[in-house]
């Protein structure tokens, strides 16, 4: 009898493993160490404008099993978004451009994923989702790679006793200001009318 | 022809010094075509995450107004030289 019942309480707490590890986890992308980053960069004839942004949050559930269910939601503050240019930032900020009073975010909702692959730890996808800037919404398309990081958080923190996984999300793309209601048609000379954008950013799912 | 100090002399040597000394700042900090740049950015790795990522520090690049401005400045020194070449001709 004693036996029967350990052989059930075995089994369940394998199923209890298999059911926890084929979860989807959830990684939270606030990132206390400022790596974090998007670089943007617009080439028009007159001036070529590189800068940075750096307030990301956000949380993207992903399941190495099964990348193509990944669903999540990436947050960069608009008012981290800088030029090496004081006057261009203060620009930049302001009500003719990305407006940071009235739009404090830009946000990415990350909705389907297509044309999944993957090599390893990494994933390779195109993310459908749903762009705001500037109060405008706009269905994109994102070539997005996913590196999962097994076990490394406690590395990353430099604290062996924190334990969990990380996830590494890289892309470059590009938008059209005009598109999100930017100054359309206006100082092209001076301000692109396209904007490359690469996305780095690592996000933690902490295990109990 | 001996060369003798007046304010004339002053604010030609004046515009040659702006002249030769913006070019040379805008020429010593990369002669970047942009306009000024008060912080630079230094790319780092991270080494867990493998992510590269921009350092923002305070620095100065001049800008393509630098020489420009500069040069505007030497041009209005060298007519205000030659205002005073002839007012002390007249004189």
Redesign the interface.
């Known amino acids: 009898m004693n036996q029967y019942c350990l052989a059930r309480v075995s089994l369940l707490l394998a199923a209890l493993g298999l059911s926890a590890q084929a979860a989807p986890l959830t990684f939270d992308f606030k990132d206390p160490?400022?790596?974090?980053?998007v670089?943007f960069s617009l080439d028009a004839p007159l001036?070529?404008?590189?800068g940075?942004g750096t307030g990301i949050s956000g949380s993207v559930s992903f399941d190495p099993a099964q990348p193509a269910a990944t669903k999540g939601k990436i947050v960069l503050e608009t008012k981290s978004l800088?030029v090496?240019?004081?006057?261009?930032a203060d620009h930049l900020r302001g009500e003719k451009w990305l407006d940071v009073a009235k739009h404090p975010a830009i946000t990415f909702e990350a909705l389907s994923l297509t044309n999944v692959r993957t090599q390893g730890n990494v994933v390779t996808a195109d993310v459908a989702g749903k762009l705001t800037v500037k109060g405008v919404t706009k269905d994109i398309k994102v070539p997005v790679s996913f590196?999962h990081?097994p076990d490394?958080l406690g590395?990353?923190v430099n604290d062996p006793k924190v334990k969990g996984d990380?996830l590494?999300l890289r892309a470059n793309f590009s938008i059209n200001r005009a598109d999100f209601g930017i100054q359309p048609g206006q100082n092209t000379d001076k301000v692109a009318e396209t904007i490359q954008l690469t996305l780095?950013?690592?996000g933690a799912a902490p295990k109990a | 022809m001996a060369f003798r100090w007046s304010l004339a002399n002053s604010l030609r040597g004046a515009a040659l010094a702006l002249l030769v000394g913006g070019g040379g700042i805008w020429l010593a900090t990369g002669a970047h075509?942009?306009?000024?740049?008060?912080?630079?950015?230094t790319m780092k790795r991270?080494e867990?995450?493998?992510?590269?990522?921009?350092e923002?520090r305070a620095g100065f690049?001049a800008?393509i107004e630098f020489p420009l401005g500069t040069a505007g400045a030497s041009i209005v020194l060298a007519l205000l030289s030659l205002a005073a070449d002839r007012r002390r001709a007249q004189g």
């Open positions: 160490k400022g790596v974090n980053n670089q001036e070529s404008i590189t940075t800088t090496g240019n004081p006057m261009m590196t990081l490394r590395a990353r990380l590494v780095s950013i690592a | 075509l942009g306009f000024t740049q008060t912080s630079v950015v991270d867990i995450t493998g992510i590269d990522y921009p923002r690049i800008g």
